[in-house]
């Protein structure tokens, strides 16, 4: 947040206001996250300092070695992660002034403040908002009973507040966006003279610099009211608070556009204020109000020019099926399918294309994307053609050889546009269509037939024509379900993160029973993966951006499904989890996974996997919330969104590296499947004990590739093959520990594709070919 620097004079005056000296440094990973606070080295997350950026430590001989761990501090929480992850030049180091604050202090009442053992506590019970005394009382749940703690406010910085215990020792630092407006204001104005003009200036910087723009407005106008004359003394921070208030809508316009949400960036767009605003912003704000008008007028035309076109066609044999398809797109258009159709649009005036040429790129455009469109009518005609035997083929209800057959017949069906088709398919059409900001209660049938029910709340303005990122979350046993999707999506009256940032909110009621913990069973975890392939059927998802998360033992379940399917997920996310024993030993399946991983000081996270996994350079995050335990930490929420846009999946990996340890007869790992895994599992004395996975891929000549098995107890295996990861123009060839099993030229298979489509429904990865031994 830009400060007003004009007024730091003024600061320096004032007797409850204060200048704050600011050492932060920025700190920027290889992904492009930023994090910011006080920097340092360390040996290890149990506090041992090898050194502060500040100075130099030689790497002469007799030296220990070891990969250091960065802590950022940034007074609410300390994050940890291995130095490795730092971008060349990622390191800003401040060591002047960085910027000042206005900051104020709270005087609270303390009494008799007795001391006792945040580590020995059973839990934390009722934690009340703050009143506007700046006061909240939390319960403690402890061996001896329940404890009532009263703390209070006693300092409010912009970004943070300190927090003390008035009646126990126990103090906190909190993010100030914790605060509502209300107590906010409260607790500003109780702290000075509200008459005073230097302080109520003060307090509309306070908000500025807080980022709470429409609060510094809000104040202003009440200002403006009572001032005699009429606010002029404020007209240069209502100036300031003007241009960052517009500033805040029009990124907020910008991102609504960029995740679909057009009817919500353009009233935001309508609503826009003209005065004092910097002309640039004026004018992409009338770009994007004449574009939408464009837009909108195309979505009511459309219809009507592709209609006269097809009058103009010199032969009308195909009416029946052209009528069929302009009604079908005529239904399916929408702002967000309107981009299918932009070929068409720049050639629409092109005369030397015919009639059948324009429609060709509309028609065509619709199934493949605007960029993979042809000009051949006919050909177009075999797409939709395609188009309505897959919807059959997805709709049977199982696999029909007769259907795969029919597509495969199709002329000039290849592929690559097979591939194209099923990508852009929107899911096959529910009697009831899903619509956006819209909670649903569903149900499934688990792999030993018990019936399962999961939620999932849509994005706003969701739209089947537009693939989305998923945020799976698993809730801690006991817990709410109402309450916990409101936690992660918000309510009616405020919008939560999922909502904001365009996610599809998914929230399995993965246990095996009702209210037992978390047993760390294949069954859960079958579970939660079979949650994943009912999404993506029922609803268009970006396979590539499927996040897992969990609070507590939830946040276990959620280690352990990266740790089992490494190939499914963008990232981890566990907040208050304690890494279970499994995780200790076989946390290096998913060591090509992000991890964010979150917890209180108190919370008895498990610090030995921790170091494990920074020293080996691990993509991992470790935000740890000093002198607090046993909350989900919202502060981190808008924290881990950033950090999730930053995160995509990682597939097909040149060398594959796994470890089976739990009681299932196959598994998959990306390209390659191992089966008759369970005899071999069932004999292990002990869970710590595995059966090894090792498959690589290499092309020593360039003209081939090979993919190979190098390590494996299982009796058999599959292969599977796609354009990602092998050039179907060169030979292939597949080992199985140093034994050759194929060396040829292979040919995409049509009943791979559309099996491998319906089986799993990933838009991100289809396979073309696979090979069993």
């Not at 241009?243 to 991102?255: D, G, P, V, Y």
């Amino acid at each position: 947040m830009k400060i007003i620097t004009s007024f730091f004079a003024v600061i320096l005056l004032l007797g409850g206001i204060f200048l704050s000296h600011v050492f932060a440094d920025e700190v920027r990973l290889e992904n492009g996250f930023i994090l910011k606070g006080e920097s340092k080295l360390l040996r290890s997350i149990d506090n041992y300092v090898v050194r502060t950026f500040q100075q130099d430590v030689g790497e002469g001989n007799g030296q220990f070695k070891y990969t250091p761990i960065l802590e950022v501090n940034d007074q609410i929480r300390k994050y940890y992660l291995a130095d490795d992850l730092l971008a060349v030049n990622g390191l800003n180091i401040e060591k002047e002034v960085l910027s000042a604050y206005d900051i104020f202090k709270i005087p609270q009442v303390k009494s008799g403040r007795k001391k006792f053992r945040l580590p020995t506590l059973r839990g934390i019970g009722k934690i009340t908002s703050f009143d506007e005394q700046g006061q909240r009382e939390v319960t403690i749940h402890t061996s001896q009973g329940d404890i009532q703690v009263i703390q209070g406010i006693t300092f409010l910085h912009p970004r943070y507040i300190k927090v003390e215990g008035l009646n126990y020792d126990w103090d906190v630092t909190l993010s100030t966006d914790v605060l509502s407006p209300e107590v906010l204001r409260s607790l500003l104005l109780s702290t000075v003279d509200k008459d005073d003009p230097k302080m109520q200036r003060s307090i509309a910087r306070f908000y500025l610099q807080a980022d709470r723009t429409y609060e510094a407005y809000q104040f202003l106008d009440e200002l403006e009211k009572i001032s005699s004359d009429g606010g002029e003394q404020y007209a240069d921070v209502r100036l300031e608070v003007r241009k960052q208030l517009a500033m805040q809508i029009f990124n907020e316009i910008q991102q609504r556009r960029e995740l679909g949400q057009y009817v919500l960036a353009y009233q935001a767009a309508r609503a826009f204020p003209r005065d004092d605003i910097p002309p640039e912003l004026l004018f992409e704000i009338d770009e994007f109000l004449k574009q939408y008008d464009v837009d909108i007028e195309r979505l009511n035309s459309v219809p009507l020019t592709l209609a006269d076109l097809q009058s103009q066609l010199q032969n009308h044999e195909a009416d029946p099926q052209l009528n069929l398809i302009r009604r079908l797109v005529s239904e399916e258009m929408s702002m967000a399918s309107l981009a299918r159709l932009n070929s068409f649009f720049e050639l629409q005036s092109d005369a030397k294309l015919t009639a059948e040429q324009k429609l060709a790129l509309a028609y065509s455009g619709w199934l493949l994307g605007s960029e993979n469109a042809v000009d051949d009518l006919q050909l177009t005609l075999n797409l939709w053609e395609a188009r309505y035997l897959i919807y059959d083929y997805l709709r049977a209800s199982e696999h029909s050889a007769e259907l795969v057959t029919q597509i495969k017949a199709i002329e000039s069906i290849n592929a690559e546009r097979l591939t194209l088709l099923l990508q852009h398919l929107p899911p096959v059409p529910q009697a009831t269509p899903f619509t956006g900001g819209t909670r649903y209660e569903l149900e499934l049938n688990d792999h030993l037939g018990n019936q399962m029910q999961y939620t999932v709340l849509t994005p706003l303005e969701y739209s089947p024509f537009r693939q989305y990122p998923v945020l799976l979350a698993l809730p801690p046993t006991g817990v709410d379900p109402q309450m916990f999707l409101e936690w992660w999506g918000g309510s009616a009256e405020k919008t939560g993160e999922t909502l904001k940032r365009g996610y599809l909110l998914v929230v399995p009621q993965f246990q095996a029973a009702a209210g037992l913990r978390y047993n760390h069973n294949l069954i859960e975890l079958e579970r939660i993966q079979q949650t994943i392939l009912e999404i993506r059927r029922q609803f268009s998802v970006n396979s590539d951006k499927i996040f897992i998360a969990g609070i507590g033992d939830g946040g276990d379940a959620a280690i352990d499904s990266g740790i089992l399917h490494p190939d499914i997920f963008a990232g981890v996310i566990s907040i208050r989890g304690r890494h279970a024993e499994d995780a200790l030993h076989y946390w290096k399946n998913g060591f090509r996974l992000p991890w964010y991983l979150v917890g209180g000081e108190y919370d008895g996270r498990e610090v030995t996997l921790l170091n494990k996994m920074f020293q080996q350079n691990s993509n991992l995050i470790y935000a740890q919330y000093p002198n607090r335990v046993s909350e989900w930490y919202r502060e981190e929420q808008e924290r881990l969104f950033d950090w999730m846009e930053l995160q995509n999946r990682n597939l097909d990996q040149l060398e594959i590296s796994y470890e089976a340890f739990l009681p299932q007869d196959e598994i998959k790992v990306d390209w390659i499947e191992s089966r008759g895994l369970e005899m071999q599992l069932a004999k292990l004395a002990s869970r710590r004990r595995t059966v090894p996975l090792e498959a690589k891929l290499t092309s020593l000549k360039g003209d081939h590739t090979t993919l190979q098995v190098t390590k494996t107890l299982g009796t058999g295996h599959t292969f599977y093959i796609s354009p990602r990861l092998h050039d179907f123009e060169q030979e292939l060839i597949l080992k199985v520990k140093g034994r050759q099993k194929l060396k040829e030229f292979i040919e995409p298979d049509f009943e791979v594709i559309l099996n491998d489509f319906r089986t799993r429904y990933d838009r991100q990865q289809i396979y073309w070919a696979k090979f069993e031994f």
